[in-house]
Each structure stands twice: as C-alpha cells, then as structure tokens.
C-alpha cells in the first residue's frame, strides 16, 4: 500500500522504465510463473557448459561437447518437469526465502542426478564430479539469477512508486526483524538505525548503519526520513509516548511495533492505559443506585433540555429517555453535538413511543426561545446549556456572562410565561464566592431564577441544583489526566494543596432529575459528596492505576512525573458547595437544601439591567464591577477598577 505521506519519488530514467513497470503490474500470475519456468530451463545449457568447463579445462573438446549437446534438449525437458512437480515456479520472488531455496537445492540435486544417469546410458563415461560442479553452478545461477530480477523489479517499482524513508529507532532483535521483513516492501526503504546503546552506534546491522539519538534530526534533513518505527517493545509506554511526541515535533510519523514474542505469542502484549475505578478516584461509593425515584414527574411529558449535546446534557437526555416522557426537545447551539445526541436518542427510542425533536439555536434568542415553548407545548426544562470552562470565560468574559446570565434569564423567563410546570438550572460549586467570570456568571444565574421563583406565585416550579466536578466530563481535570498520562507526562496540577468535589456523570444527571421533581420552588439542592478529593492525590492515584510510578527525586527512573504550573487565573485552592451554614435535609437522604440569602427584586433587576448595559458596551470592566457589587465574595473583581463607580 502507498501511503499519502510517502512523497519522495525518484525522477524518471526515460520511458522504458515506465514500460516495465506497467509490464510487471499488469501480468498475469500465470504469464509469470511461466517466465521463472522459462528462466530454470535456460539455466541449464550455461550450468552444463560451466560444469565442463571447470572439468575438462584445456583437455574439452568439441566431440565431448558435441556428446552432452545431443541430450540437452531432453535434459532441459527434464529440468522443467522438475520445477512445475516442485512448484519452484509457483514461488514469488519476493517471497524466495530458506524454504524456496532448500527446493531449488532439491531440485539441482535431482537435475545433477537425472544428468548423471542419462550420461551413464549413453555410455559417455563423464566424470561424476562433473555432474556435482553441474548441480552446484546450477543451484547458485538459479538463486542469483531470482535475487537479480527481484531486485531489478524492486528498484522499477520504487523508481515509479512514492516512496516512505523509514528510520528504525532499536537496533535489537524487533528492528532487525523490521527491517529483514522490508527488504522485498515496495513503497518503504529502512535507511538507518537510531539507538541508545553506545556499544551498537557506529556499527552495522542488516546492512545499516547505527546511529545515535542525537543525530535524528540531522538524519531527518540529510536523509529525507519520513516515518520512524520504535522497535523497543521493552521500553515503558511513558517513554514511548515522550519520545513519540518529540519526533512528532520534528514533522515525523511515528509509530511502534510489537516485538515478535508478543505477536507469535510467546509473550504477554502490553495492556492499553486501563481507567481507574470511580470508586477508587471518589473516594466513596458512587451513588447511583441511592439515588433513585424522581421518574414520575419526566412520565408522559414534553422535556425540554438546553445544551443537550453536551456532557451532563447528553446524560440528562439519556436517562430522561428511560422516563418513559412524550417528546424530548433537544436544544443545542452546536450543530455536531446535536447531531450526536439526536442520532443517539433516536436509536434508543426506536421501540419506544418517544417523539425525539432537535432544535439548533442558542438560549439567548427570545424569539426562538417562546416559539420552542409554545409550539411543542413543553412541560419541564432541564437548563444545562452554558459557557463553563474557566479559562476560556475568563478570557472571554462579555460572551460568558451573555451566555450564562442572560441566557438562563431569557429561557427561565419564557418558561413562567409559557407556564411550563417545572424548570432546573445546573449549576456549579464555582458559583459559591466566585474568584472566576464562569463562578460568578452561575451566581448570577442562580440569583435569576431564584427572582422568578418568588415571583411565580404557584405556577413554575423553579429549582437550582448545584454541584462539583463531573468526571468525564469535556474540561474535567480527569480526562486531561489521562491524555497527559498516555503522552507519557508531566502530568500538570496547579498547587500541591488544591482540593475538588467530585462525581461522575450518571450522578450527576440523577441528581438533576431528583431534585427537579421536588415541589419547593427557588431553593438550591446540591449533592452529599463527601469529602473533598485532593488534586495531587488523584493525579498519584490515576498514574498508579495505569501500572506507572511516579518519577520525582525520591524516585528519579521512575515513569511519569507530576509537574506543578501554578493557579489559573480565578481558580480556588477549595471549592465550596454552600455559601452559608445551616443547611436543611430534603425527601432524599443524599441531597440537601441550602439556606442562601438572596437579592430583593428591585436588586435583581438592577443587576440585570447593568448587566445588559455592559454587555451591549462589551465594557469588561463593568462587568466586573457588577459582579463586585451583587456577588458575594466578589469584592476582588474591581480590584483593578476601584476608580470605576458601581452602578
């Protein structure tokens, strides 16, 4: 197979190579091997000639010539006999190995013997080392004469094909075995060997030479090296993934290979990366068989769920699938994500009476905001659409508060007047005191909802289910991990001390569910999750989980090293669940029910309405200013603005 990535190509010699090589590509398998049975007849008359030659030396005449010439036409029909009854001509060149050539072997031997027969018949009385030197000059003229017309077809086709320059990094058995395998491939040349191993630089290894590490990217630029193969099975996956990445950088396709014990069996191949447990990364049972009931309240009904393509969406919409409800509105700005889920839940409600409806938008958009709601008749919103990687809203702050804010203001607010019986914000543990525009984007949410909830007067029920992080979820500090585990390192936490709450994604869409069928309306539910799980911690945990250790100085050979890059920007050495104290039980034992003071509503609609301002101004600044006056906690937000006077 020619791979698009094999661009270098040997000019051209003229047309005839292209004749040949149309030829060679174009031929019946039978028209060759008729020629390799062609090839071992015409071997005959030079090898008996030779044979003669080297017997007789100056005494050959031409009546003893003259003699053997008689029987050649029979001896070459005997010769051809022989190889179709051997399938010598059967034999691909390029597949010519110790087994063909212990058949031509056979085959010289019986054509010396036949020869030797037929000259005793005819009572010629040749010496019988003639017909030894015959079988062995026709043994090697057989071999040679198959090695110089593979080799000939092999330099056609690389002359006319793309061809990949290959550097094999281990010149152990698993690369000499490599490279002895590509000797007959078409479209891969092995140009060299790299290897750690001072005691095989220099030297050669299958016709190669050895090089050093250092030297590939000067081989790379001198040789014009395309692709390099590690051919160390023994070296641990780390380093095969470090140094992977370092090739990579040169603009190098890397791969790696097995050795050979492990693909004949002999030897155990090396397991992929294996996940931890999420027991094991919670540090407490997972809770998704306690948190159960909630079903009925989703039974029968028009489900409305926001950001339904992404991670906590995504669950929600599967478990709600399993509530058996009417329709499921998929709502989702992004088009790929909402082609997913819609294809997913569409196969899942195949045999069920589900009505699946995908709707591409964005939660900011009023107008298509109330005509979802009116048109589909929907009963329940699950309102999990929302900016919520940190870093990103932090440097984008304008958008994220539109998003996060005004969004769940526009959809909530639709939702009252549509009467629709029950509307869930999710929310997040970065909402309690946010250092972050993400955190305190969600607070400001919360504060929204919680506004309409007052105002409802026994209609909506509006409720705000908060919690930490959910593993597996798309910026989660766990598959970040993995991704860096499988790269070979560092893996990076911020501070030794940083501590997080975490879940995994089928709690926390139960959670959600849970919660949402209560009756209280405005309060905020968030998860017993135990206790916080330290980053540090959990880094150490997924490495050994891998079957890895640790590389620090207590253990220098060790294979991933934990690399700290400091606090981001907004980030909390602790996250938070609660912002005050006194926190109730509810109908579930797992879930509580904060106690959080909130705004009044003129409060309310003054934030709002200097949040409207500074977004139509993207004045940033105001904002924060916004955020320093109404969030709790946020004090820290106009520390570069304290000239600025709050709204």
Same mark, same amino acid.
């Given at each position: !197979?020619?791979?698009?990535?094999?661009?270098?190509?040997?000019?051209?010699?003229?047309?005839?190579?292209?004749?040949?090589?149309?030829?060679?590509?174009?031929?019946?398998?039978?028209?060759?091997?008729?020629?390799?049975?062609?090839?071992?007849?015409?071997?005959?008359?030079?090898?008996?000639?030779?044979?003669?030659?080297?017997?007789?030396?100056?005494?050959?005449?031409?009546?003893?010539? $003259?003699?053997?010439?008689?029987?050649?036409?029979?001896? =070459?029909?005997?010769?051809?006999?022989?190889?179709?009854?051997?399938? *010598?001509?059967?034999?691909?060149?390029?597949?010519?190995?110790?087994?063909?050539?212990?058949?031509?072997?056979?085959?010289?031997?019986? *054509?010396?013997?036949?020869?030797?027969? =037929?000259?005793?018949?005819? +009572?010629?009385?040749?010496?019988?080392?003639?017909?030894?030197?015959?079988?062995?000059?026709?043994?090697? =003229?057989?071999?040679?004469?198959?090695?110089? !017309?593979?080799? @000939?077809?092999?330099?056609?086709?690389?002359?006319?094909?793309?061809?990949?320059?290959?550097?094999?990094?281990?010149?152990?058995?698993?690369?000499?075995?490599?490279?002895?395998? *590509?000797?007959?491939?078409?479209?891969? &040349?092995?140009?060299?060997?790299?290897?750690?191993?001072?005691?095989?630089?220099?030297?050669?290894? $299958?016709?190669?030479?050895?090089?050093?590490?250092?030297?590939?990217?000067?081989?790379?630029?001198?040789?014009? &090296?395309?692709?390099?193969?590690?051919?160390?099975?023994?070296?641990?996956?780390?380093?095969?993934?470090?140094?992977?990445?370092?090739?990579?950088?040169? +603009?190098?396709?890397?791969?790696?290979?097995?050795?050979?014990?492990?693909?004949?069996?002999?030897?155990?191949?090396?397991?992929? &990366?294996?996940?931890?447990?999420?027991?094991?990364?919670?540090?407490?049972?997972?809770?998704?068989?306690?948190?159960?009931?909630?079903?009925?309240?989703?039974?029968?009904? @028009?489900?409305?769920?926001?950001?339904? +393509?992404?991670?906590?969406?995504?669950?929600?919409?599967?478990?709600?699938?399993?509530?058996?409800?009417?329709?499921?509105?998929?709502?989702?700005?992004?088009?790929?994500?909402?082609?997913?889920?819609? !294809?997913?839940?569409?196969?899942?409600?195949?045999?069920?009476?589900?009505?699946?409806?995908?709707?591409?938008?964005?939660?900011?958009?009023?107008?298509?905001?109330?005509?979802?709601?009116?048109?589909?008749?929907?009963?329940?919103?699950?309102?999990?659409?929302?900016?919520?990687?940190?870093?990103?809203?932090?440097?984008?702050?304008?958008?994220? =508060?539109?998003?996060?804010?005004?969004?769940?203001?526009?959809?909530?607010?639709?939702?009252?007047?549509?009467?629709?019986?029950?509307?869930?914000?999710?929310?997040?543990?970065?909402?309690?005191?946010?250092?972050?525009?993400?955190?305190?984007?969600?607070?400001?949410?919360? !504060?929204?909802?919680?506004?309409?909830?007052?105002?409802?007067?026994?209609?909506?029920?509006?409720?705000? @289910?908060?919690?930490?992080?959910?593993?597996?979820?798309?910026?989660?500090?766990?598959?970040?991990?993995?991704?860096?585990?499988?790269?070979?390192?560092?893996?990076?936490?911020?501070?030794?001390?940083?501590?997080?709450?975490?879940?995994?994604?089928?709690?926390?869409?139960?959670?959600?569910?849970?919660?949402?069928?209560?009756?209280?309306?405005?309060?905020?539910?968030?998860?017993?999750?135990?206790?916080? @799980?330290?980053?540090?911690?959990?880094?150490?945990?997924?490495?050994?989980?891998?079957?890895?250790?640790?590389?620090?100085?207590?253990?220098?050979?060790?294979? &991933?090293?934990?690399?700290?890059?400091?606090?981001?920007?907004?980030?909390?050495?602790?996250?938070?669940?609660?912002?005050?104290?006194?926190?109730?039980?509810?109908?579930?034992?797992?879930?509580?029910?904060?106690?959080?003071?909130?705004?009044?509503?003129?409060?309310?609609?003054?934030?709002?309405?200097?949040?409207?301002?500074?977004?139509?101004?993207?004045?940033?600044?105001?904002?924060?200013?916004?955020?320093?006056?109404?969030?709790?906690?946020?004090?820290?937000?106009?520390?570069?603005?304290?000239?600025?006077?709050?709204?």
């Amino acid at each position: !197979m020619v791979h698009a990535w094999c661009t270098h190509k040997t000019p051209h010699k003229g047309r005839r190579l292209s004749v040949l090589y149309n030829m060679a590509t174009t031929l019946a398998r039978s028209t060759k091997r008729g020629i390799l049975l062609c090839v071992d007849i015409l071997l005959v008359p030079p090898a008996l000639l030779t044979a003669m030659v080297l017997q007789y030396d100056d005494s050959l005449t031409f009546d003893n010539m $003259q003699q053997h010439w008689l029987a050649l036409p029979l001896l =070459m029909g005997l010769c051809g006999l022989l190889t179709v009854v051997l399938g *010598l001509h059967r034999v691909q060149l390029k597949a010519f190995e110790s087994h063909a050539i212990g058949l031509t072997a056979l085959h010289a031997v019986l *054509l010396g013997l036949a020869t030797a027969v =037929m000259d005793d018949l005819a +009572g010629f009385g040749t010496s019988f080392a003639t017909f030894i030197n015959f079988a062995l000059i026709y043994f090697f =003229m057989s071999i040679g004469v198959r090695m110089l !017309m593979l080799q @000939v077809l092999l330099e056609i086709y690389r002359r006319e094909q793309p061809q990949c320059r290959l550097l094999i990094y281990g010149a152990g058995q698993t690369g000499r075995q490599l490279a002895a395998a *590509l000797r007959t491939d078409q479209s891969t &040349i092995p140009v060299a060997f790299v290897d750690d191993s001072e005691a095989l630089q220099t030297t050669l290894v $299958q016709g190669l030479t050895v090089y050093s590490p250092l030297t590939i990217e000067a081989l790379v630029k001198a040789r014009k &090296i395309d692709r390099v193969v590690l051919a160390m099975p023994s070296m641990t996956k780390p380093r095969q993934a470090q140094l992977s990445r370092q090739l990579r950088e040169l +603009g190098l396709d890397v791969h790696t290979v097995p050795s050979f014990a492990q693909l004949t069996g002999q030897a155990p191949v090396t397991e992929e &990366i294996r996940a931890a447990s999420a027991d094991k990364l919670l540090r407490r049972p997972a809770l998704d068989h306690e948190l159960s009931g909630g079903s009925d309240v989703y039974k029968g009904r @028009v489900v409305l769920i926001s950001g339904a +393509g992404g991670s906590i969406g995504s669950e929600l919409c599967r478990q709600i699938a399993s509530c058996a409800p009417k329709r499921i509105v998929l709502f989702e700005i992004s088009e790929l994500a909402l082609y997913k889920i819609d !294809m997913e839940l569409r196969s899942l409600a195949r045999n069920r009476a589900i009505h699946i409806v995908p709707v591409l938008g964005s939660v900011t958009d009023e107008n298509l905001v109330s005509r979802i709601l009116r048109d589909h008749k929907v009963q329940v919103v699950l309102h999990a659409a929302a900016y919520k990687h940190v870093n990103l809203v932090e440097q984008n702050p304008v958008t994220g =508060m539109a998003n996060n804010v005004l969004g769940t203001h526009v959809l909530a607010r639709a939702a009252a007047i549509a009467q629709v019986e029950r509307f869930i914000l999710i929310s997040t543990d970065k909402a309690v005191r946010p250092t972050n525009i993400m955190g305190a984007s969600k607070r400001l949410a919360e !504060m929204l909802v919680h506004d309409l909830a007052n105002r409802a007067k026994g209609g909506t029920i509006f409720s705000i @289910v908060r919690f930490g992080n959910v593993m597996g979820s798309s910026g989660s500090v766990i598959p970040l991990f993995q991704e860096q585990i499988k790269l070979g390192g560092p893996v990076t936490v911020t501070h030794p001390d940083v501590t997080r709450y975490f879940m995994t994604i089928s709690e926390a869409a139960r959670l959600v569910l849970v919660a949402g069928s209560f009756d209280a309306s405005g309060d905020v539910f968030v998860l017993d999750m135990g206790e916080p @799980v330290r980053i540090y911690d959990l880094a150490c945990q997924m490495i050994s989980a891998v079957g890895y250790s640790l590389r620090n100085e207590s253990n220098p050979d060790g294979d &991933i090293e934990i690399k700290f890059i400091g606090l981001q920007p907004g980030e909390k050495i602790e996250e938070e669940l609660l912002i005050g104290k006194g926190q109730t039980t509810t109908a579930h034992p797992k879930i509580l029910q904060a106690n959080e003071k909130h705004l009044s509503e003129i409060e309310v609609a003054s934030a709002l309405r200097s949040i409207r301002d500074a977004i139509e101004r993207a004045d940033e600044t105001a904002l924060r200013a916004v955020i320093s006056r109404w969030v709790e906690g946020g004090a820290h937000f106009t520390r570069q603005t304290q000239d600025i006077p709050l709204s």
